[in-house]
């Protein structure tokens, strides 16, 4: 459930030109799920931004950050605690996972992907992973996937290709998925996918724990508040022209 508290900064670093690593302190167990996020108080800001969580281990998380606007640039300078609401939305579901997983991830939508490639890992399952980015010079989570073993396929809009011609190119479509990006990449992801599939939904939010109905939007059958019923959703479950 989510929970408000006072969290210590233990790095602030830049990953890339726009990219950062953010690593918290707890003073108790972090108690977290993939998919899960974050909803940041940003000093001089009304709203709080919401940021998911990239891992975790003990009292510490790890947050990965891209500098968009105001908000996140203030982000950059943040040194000594952070108010925070930890432990927000539904998270990832990896028990609907059989033997296997694909991870689709696009631009920062890679980074809670990253949580569930550790979360799937201990349940055992293979992972494969294919993520996207503009260009080389944003690539982000390399290294991680060097030292877990995993073998990840890159691809690059520079390079005229994209997670979904990739996939088609290794004919990866029957495979359960997670999937979070850019919503029209998750559009297409969701054209092309055939198996079980879930979807990582992003919007600006208000209060981000379920109370203004601000992030709400409809789904197939329902309204939904991504902040609170989201943000993962399954596949058949979104209306994408509704995210557009
Ligand atoms: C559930 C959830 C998880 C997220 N996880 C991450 C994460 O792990 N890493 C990360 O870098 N970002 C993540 N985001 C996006 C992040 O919250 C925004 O980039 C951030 O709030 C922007 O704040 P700002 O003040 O810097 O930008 P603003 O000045 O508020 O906006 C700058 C520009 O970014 C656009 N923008 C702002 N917020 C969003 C959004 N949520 N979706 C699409 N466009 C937006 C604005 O329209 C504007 O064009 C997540 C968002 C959600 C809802
Ligand atoms: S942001 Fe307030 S209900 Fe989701």
Redesign the pocket.
């Known amino acids: 459930m989510a929970k408000a508290e006072i969290m210590t900064v233990i790095e602030n670093t830049p990953l890339t030109k726009d990219?950062y690593r953010l690593r918290l302190k707890s003073d108790q167990p972090v108690q977290v799920r993939c998919g899960q996020?974050l909803n940041l108080k940003?000093p001089g800001?009304a709203l709080r931004?919401?940021?998911?969580?990239?891992s975790w281990k003990d009292d510490e998380i790890e947050?990965?950050?891209?500098?968009?606007?105001?908000?996140?640039?203030?982000?950059t300078q943040c040194r000594d605690t952070l108010d925070v609401i930890n432990e927000?939305?539904n998270g990832f579901d990896l028990t609907k996972f059989d033997k296997e997983v694909l991870l689709i991830g696009g631009g920062?939508?890679t980074?809670?992907l990253i949580a569930c490639a550790e979360e799937a890992l201990r349940q055992g399952l293979q992972v494969k992973v294919v993520f996207g980015y503009q260009n080389r010079s944003q690539t982000l989570f390399q290294e991680f996937f060097r030292e877990k073993g995993i073998h990840a396929e890159y691809v690059y809009d520079e390079d005229g290709e994209n997670v979904v011609t990739r996939i088609r190119d290794l004919g990866l479509e029957k495979m359960d998925f997670l999937a979070c990006g850019p919503v029209r990449m998750m559009q297409a992801v969701d054209g092309i996918m055939e198996g079980y599939g879930q979807f990582?939904?992003?919007?600006?939010?208000g209060c981000g724990f379920g109370a203004c109905m601000g992030?709400s939007v409809r789904l197939k059958d329902r309204m939904a508040r991504?902040?609170k019923e989201?943000?993962v959703f399954e596949k058949g479950e979104i209306v994408w022209q509704n995210l557009l």
């Open positions: 990219t996020f940003i800001k931004r919401p940021i998911s969580v990239t947050l990965t950050y891209r500098v968009v606007g105001e908000g996140t640039r203030i982000l927000c939305g920062i939508g980074a809670p990582s939904l992003e919007t600006r939010m992030c991504i902040c989201g943000p």
